[in-house]
């Protein structure tokens, strides 16, 4: 059994189960590739696939040796590209969430490539469920994320705190700092980011708990675009604290506290559990975890 028998087997799961299409795929006759399924079987001394007229059907068997090959795959295929590349290396590629990458990532990465000036970094943002479609792909070595990824093989380790704030017109009936009731926070329009971002599924969770759901009157995947409107008096939002503090300090919007609810999280480092982690990325999370304690925080520039 070897490299090549694990991938022609996935690429008969991914044809659909069609030896013909995976052969097409792979620049092999249909025969050739029926016998390296053959020889898998033969080799495990079970049965792969069930033959119903002309049709194969995946056997449990079938489903258990393709998670370890889909697994085995993904390591190979990162071995090679590491290797290979050898003289390249010092590649990092990382991914964040939209409040990480915007507020903290670019900090990070200045630091890191100014104790590393021979380092690469591939940097990519999107939100948590873009992002561990990646790691599972093995596009991305690790994610900073916001929200909760929950692929069972993905680890995620909690590594800082973040508060959400609600945000509101200036001009508005709220003054900065006040606390409000529950019943006047339901009443207001809201414009709120997208779902599946960590910032709605926080907001979500909170209000869920507290008994009530909101229908925003805007989603947006940009926070600006948030601020923005909540700033032209459309309505209020729930953003993230270290985002919002330029337009509350120049006095273009006010933050106020909710009586009895708390937007508060974590931000979580995540990776696949299988995933081989070199020295120079530890190192980098470990940059991570600490960064708040060894270097100072990045102001915003209050440009919307």
């Known amino acids: 059994m070897t490299i090549r028998h694990i991938n022609i ?28 399924i053959h020889e898998l079987e033969e080799y495990y001394g079970v049965a792969l696939f069930d033959r119903i007229g002309r049709r194969l059907c995946i056997t449990e068997a079938g ?55 021979g380092l690469e970094i591939r940097a990519q943002v999107a939100s948590t469920e873009v992002l561990a479609g990646k790691i599972m792909a093995n596009e991305l070595d690790f994610a900073l994320v ?41 009443a207001q329009r809201f414009l709120l980011r997208e779902r599946g971002s960590g910032t709605r599924e926080e907001f979500d969770r909170v209000t869920e708990q507290a008994g009530f759901s ?5 989603e947006a995947m940009s926070t600006t675009a948030l601020v923005n409107a909540v700033i032209e008096g459309l309505g209020i939002s729930v953003l993230p604290q270290r985002l919002i503090v330029g337009a509350v300090e120049r006095g273009l919007a006010v933050s106020v506290k909710v009586e009895g609810l708390d ?25 991570c975890r600490n960064f708040e304690q060894n270097y100072p925080l990045p102001r915003y520039n209050g440009l919307y």
């Open 214 to 218: 909101v229908a925003p009157a805007w």
């Open 63 to 117: 489903k258990r040796f393709w998670e370890y090959a889909s697994h085995i795959s993904s390591m190979f295929d990162d071995m090679e590209k590491t290797l290979r590349g050898w003289e390249h290396l010092g590649v990092l590629r990382v991914g964040a969430s939209i409040t990480v990458g915007a507020r903290f990532l670019p900090g990070y990465v200045k630091i890191f490539l100014s104790l590393h000036p």
């Open 146 to 186: 916001e929200g909760v990824p929950r692929h069972p093989s993905l680890v995620s380790e909690d590594y800082m705190e973040d508060h959400l704030a609600v945000i509101c017109p200036a001009g508005g009936p709220f003054r900065q700092g006040e606390t409000i009731s529950v019943e006047q926070f339901r």
């Open 263 to 287: 937007f508060c999280r974590q931000f979580r480092i995540v990776y696949h559990k299988d995933k081989f982690l070199p020295a120079v990325a530890k190192e980098f999370l470990d940059l």
């Open 9 to 36: 087997f996935l690429a008969v799961c991914e044809a659909g189960q069609n030896t013909t299409k995976a052969a097409e795929r792979l620049h092999m006759s249909q025969p050739a590739v029926s016998l390296a």
